[in-house]
């Protein structure tokens, strides 16, 4: 991710050039708050991809003797389903049709919003330490029964 980190650094300090450049010379505030806008997700995407560079260290992409097969294996854990990015998505359409219709469709949209953001973030927060916990107590995990029958 390293080479993602200092793509995306480049891409927020010619931002923040251009923010400069445009602040200084034009009169326009709409413009300087767009490109300033721009500087900082860009900055937040590099300072996002650094962070994980340095957790995870480097990767097989990140190294110029790598082999294709360095890269083989499980790559990330990926829900099946989930019910919150339909919330997550009503409560925006919600909160779109409060800022026409009225302030309580707006609250009640951006509640909705937060409350899907809030499920889809943390539904698989606890899922680590229950593997480790249900593979520590000696339970049997695989589905298979292990007790005899007696006729």
């Known amino acids: 991710m390293k080479t993602e980190a200092r793509l995306f650094t ?19 505030p709409a413009g300087t708050a767009v490109l300033t806008v721009a500087f900082l997700m860009s900055s937040l995407v590099a300072f996002f991809l650094l962070v994980q560079h340095r957790k995870r260290g480097p990767r097989a992409q990140d190294r110029d003797n790598a082999e294709v097969a360095d890269g083989a294996g499980p790559l990330e854990f990926f829900p099946p389903r989930s019910h919150w990015p339909i919330m997550t998505a009503l409560g925006a359409v919600l909160l779109a049709l409060g800022v026409v219709y009225g302030l309580w469709l707006a609250l009640l949209g951006l509640g909705v919003l937060a409350g899907g953001t809030f499920g889809l973030v943390f539904q698989y927060a606890g899922r680590d ?3 480790s916990s249900s593979s520590s107590d000696g339970s049997d995990t695989s589905g298979s029964s292990t007790s005899t029958r007696s006729p």
């Open 10 to 28: 480049l891409v927020a300090a010619f931002f923040a050039v251009i923010t400069i450049g445009y602040g200084y010379f034009s009169a326009e």
């Open 129 to 131: 330490t229950q593997r």
